[in-house]
């Protein structure tokens, strides 16, 4: 089951768990009012599982890949991480299937503030499109994860700020109509 937490102002490095003390856990629905959706599957099972199948054929996801990211397997590892970990936003959902390792999804909530999820095998996040978040490994450097996505696949991110862009203004729209 994930486990998600606000993140504190520490300057250590981001592969850490970076948890407030005392720790300020934060559950399903308080990401699920965010806008983040969340499945616990079997990834063991992921090339026949029908939970997952469901999942792709009710949200339209047509093309999926497997990306393993570690110093190994990953060209230009530190800068890559780097750049995984700028504050930014997609147009369109972004979509992890953790099949192996681990890693953390950083988020903003409403009032700006970060959220790390944790990212473990079988957990399948759906972050929305606009929301401003980040991804880096744990200090285990390693992940391997199924990503998703409608149609074929775009990975441009759009760095902080990116107010202007559609994504961002109907994501703003829909969290004032869960406050509503």
């Not at 994930?2 to 629905?29: E, F, I, K």
């Not at 998703?148 to 004032?176: H, I, M």
Request: aromatic letters at 12%; a negative charge.
């Amino acid at each position: 089951m994930v486990r998600a937490w606000y993140m504190d102002d520490s300057g250590a490095d981001q592969r850490c768990p970076h948890m407030t003390d005392p720790p300020l856990p934060v559950n399903l629905d308080q990401l699920k009012h965010i806008g983040i959706l969340y499945w616990m599957l079997d990834a063991d099972q992921y090339e026949t599982d029908e939970h997952l199948a469901t999942i792709r054929s009710e949200r339209g996801y047509t093309y999926g890949d497997i990306i393993e990211i570690t110093p190994e397997k990953l060209p230009n590892y530190e800068q890559k991480i780097k750049t995984f970990f700028e504050e930014h936003i997609h147009l369109d959902e972004e979509i992890r299937y953790c099949l192996a390792g681990s890693g953390y999804f950083d988020v903003r909530d409403r009032d700006d503030k970060w959220i790390r999820i944790e990212m473990e095998k079988g957990d399948l996040i759906i972050l929305p499109a606009g929301i401003y978040h980040r991804f880096t490994l744990d200090e285990k450097n390693y992940i391997k994860a199924m990503r998703l996505f409608v149609g074929e696949p775009v990975w441009t991110p759009y760095n902080r700020p990116a107010e202007d862009k559609e994504a961002r203004q109907e994501y703003l729209k829909f969290l004032k109509t869960l406050a509503a």
